[in-house]
C-alpha cells in the first residue's frame, strides 16, 4: 500500500479537478441562462450625423467640399452579477462627390478633411459595477477627461477617437 501526504494547495487542486465534471454542466448552463437573461435585458442605440465642411486652404488652387455620413449602431447589455458588456460600430461614407483629401484617396489637389471611408468597431467594452460609485471599464471606450482639453474624444470629427484601456 502506497500513502502519501499531500500539502494543503494540493488537496485543493485535487479536489478541484476531481469536482470539474460535476460542475461544468451546472455551470455551464448557469452562464448560458446569464447570458441569455443580459442580452434580453439589453437595450439599442442608432445615430445619424450629415457633416458638410469647406476648406479654403491659400497655397492650393482648389477648395475642399466634404459632404460626409456617419452612422452608430451599438447595443448595451442588461447587468448580471454587475457585469454589463457594450459593443459599438461606426461608419462614415461620403455623400455625393468626393472633392477632398482625405489622406487615403489620393486627391492631393484638395485641402485636407480628415474624414476617411471606414467602418469599425468604436467601441467594445465590459464594464463592472461594484458599488459605492466605482465602476471598472476594460476594452475599447470613449474617454473625455476635463472637457477634452488633453485627452477626449475628438468629437468634431466624424471618426471618432476612443482609447483602449
Known amino acids: 500500500m502506497y500513502t502519501s501526504k499531500l500539502s494543503r494547495k494540493q488537496l485543493v487542486s485535487l ?3 476531481a469536482t470539474l465534471p460535476v460542475a461544468m454542466p451546472f455551470s455551464a448552463v448557469h452562464a448560458e441562462n446569464a447570458v441569455t437573461k443580459a442580452l434580453a435585458e439589453g437595450t439599442g ?34 447587468e448580471v452579477a454587475g457585469l454589463t458588456g457594450y459593443v459599438e460600430f461606426e461608419d462614415v461614407r461620403v455623400v455625393g462627390t ?7 484617396n489620393g486627391l492631393g489637389i484638395y485641402p ?13 467594452f465590459l464594464s463592472y459595477n461594484a458599488g459605492a460609485e466605482t ?24 471618426n471618432e477617437q476612443t482609447f483602449d484601456a
Not at 468626393?98 to 487615403?104: G, I, L, Q
Not at 485636407?112 to 467594445?124: A, I, M, P, R, W
Open 98 to 104: 468626393e472633392r477632398y483629401n482625405s489622406t487615403m
Open 15 to 17: 479536489l478541484a479537478v
Open 45 to 78: 442605440s442608432a445615430s445619424l450625423r450629415y457633416r458638410y465642411e469647406v476648406v479654403d486652404q491659400q497655397n492650393i488652387a482648389e477648395d475642399a467640399e466634404a459632404s460626409t455620413v456617419r452612422t452608430r449602431v451599438g447595443y448595451k447589455t442588461g
Open 135 to 158: 465602476t471598472v471599464k476594460a476594452g475599447r471606450q470613449r474617454i473625455i477627461l476635463d472637457n477634452a482639453r488633453f485627452v477626449g474624444n475628438v468629437g468634431w470629427r466624424q
Open 112 to 124: 485636407v478633411v480628415v474624414d476617411v471611408e471606414s467602418t469599425e468597431l468604436n467601441q467594445g
